[in-house]
Each structure stands twice: as structure tokens, then as C-alpha cells.
């Protein structure tokens, strides 16, 4: 394993367990082990575990760092914050979905540039439950009181601009605007 890999599985490994205390934060009732806010802290604390046991089996006492005290404290604290404000606002799903989509780029990242063979087919099987979970979280979090509030701005920006752009040669040609 090298460095760059091992900065990967770190940044995979943090970004799992941020996801994973949003998701104990957002989940209204804790006791009911099949919610979508319970399955995705379960898959998030699987990749946690899957790559804090990989960095621990490297030989270089440096790089079996595992997370520290301050890690966990932040994450609880930003995961409070925004699960405060999502609750409030009753859009927990569209709150959790782009965390949840953080952790399936990184471990897309992680699994397309590991060497080791079953290290990649385990960050697959974890890769196919996170994508199932977000088709999941993507359905619910359109189904909550509109399009999320931070995002409708953008998306109008984008399509008036391909509207404004269809009809020219230079917006549908940009290498013959020269």
C-alpha cells in the first residue's frame, strides 16, 4: 500500500463516519433497525470498519493511525447542526442525500485506484449497498415538501442558460465562435 492509498482509505474512512453520525442524528426512531437512516449508518460503519482493518494490517506504525477524539466531536457537531436544521425544516432525506453521495464518490475513488484484489471486490459489495441506498434516499428526498431550497436556484440557472444557448450556432458550436 501507498501513501496516496492510504490518504484515500483515511478520507473514505472519515467521510463514512461523518455520513454515519448524520444518519444517528437524523434517524427519528432509533429502534426500528430496517429505517433508510439506519441501513445507511450500518453500510457507512461497514466501510469504516473495512478500512480502518486495512490501514491497522499495514506495517508502518504511522499509517495504523486510527480517527482521533476530535474527529468524533466534530462530526457529532456538525451532524447536530444540520440534523437540528433538517428536522426543523422536515427535509431530513434531502439533508442526508448529499452526504451519503460524498461517501459513494470516495469510495468509488478508493476502489478504482486500490491494488489490492480483495480489498476492491469488498469496497464493491459496499458500493452496490450504497448505491441501492441512494436510489432509496433519492426517491424519498423528491417526495419531501419540494425541491431542496438550496438547489432550485441553481437547476433554473442551468436550464435557462441551455435554453438561451439552443437556438445559436456558438452555444451548441463552441469552437466555431472563434
Known sequence: MIDAEVMRLRRLRNTALKARALAG???SDAARRDSLFSRSALSCWRIARLTTGTLRAHPYQS???GPSALRGIYNRLVAGTVG???RRQERRLQAFYPELLRVARE???ARALTWSAELSDTL???QTEIRGLLRE???GARSEA???REMAPEVEAR???ARADAGSVAGNWPYLAF
Open 84 to 86: 437540528a436544521t433538517a
Open 63 to 65: 499509517f495504523q493511525r
Open 124 to 126: 464493491g459489495r459496499s
Open 146 to 148: 419540494g425541491p431542496p
Open 137 to 139: 434516499l433519492h426517491a
Open 159 to 161: 436550464t435557462g442558460a
Open 107 to 109: 469510495l468509488d475513488d
Open 25 to 27: 442524528m437524523l434517524d
